[in-house]
């Protein structure tokens, strides 16, 4: 989990500094009248639907996609093959396999997790960037540009 931390730590970090620039625009718009239920129809999801967060949202939801696809590469160059001579040996001590994660589970359930006071705000957040698949394929999952 060592690489996805440090990607988990960065986000944490730079969504917690752009909450107050998040709140401030969200107060100013509540501030505005609005007809009844419109504030809530453009905007379901509070601030976090706000584009600055969704470009975050989405650089860093790349950049854990592109370590599971190197993770996911690594497992699969693995030898699994069994051999007559193994039957009977003690199991080698291996390295434990780095845990692939899916960009939501970090992203947005680890985040709620470690932040709770946010969850009103963020909870019901979950997207999936159109043509990420695409723009790791075209570009090739390690020159991917996450921007």
């Known amino acids: 989990m060592d690489a996805y931390m440090d990607i988990y730590t960065r986000y944490e970090a730079e ?3 752009l909450v107050p ?3 401030a625009w969200w ?18 999801f509070s601030f976090c639907a706000h584009p600055r967060f969704v470009e975050v949202y989405r650089r860093y939801f790349m950049e854990v996609s592109i370590r599971t696809l190197d993770l996911e590469d690594a497992e699969g160059d693995a030898d699994l ?4 001579d193994m039957w009977g040996q003690p199991k ?25 006071d ?6 019901r957040f979950l997207y999936v960037p159109v043509g990420v698949d695409d723009q790791i394929l075209i570009n090739g999952a390690r ?5």
Do not use: C, M
């Open 15 to 17: 969504v917690k500094a």
């Open 21 to 23: 620039e998040l709140r």
């Open 27 to 44: 107060e100013g718009l509540t501030d505005r009248s609005w007809a009844e239920g419109t504030l809530a129809e453009r905007w379901p």
């Open 81 to 84: 093959s069994v051999t007559e």
């Open 92 to 116: 080698e001590e291996k390295e434990t396999p780095e845990i692939v994660y899916q960009p939501h589970a970090i992203l947005r359930d680890h985040f709620l997790v470690n932040n709770k």
């Open 118 to 123: 946010l969850i009103p705000n963020f909870g």
């Open 143 to 147: 020159d991917a540009d996450p921007s």
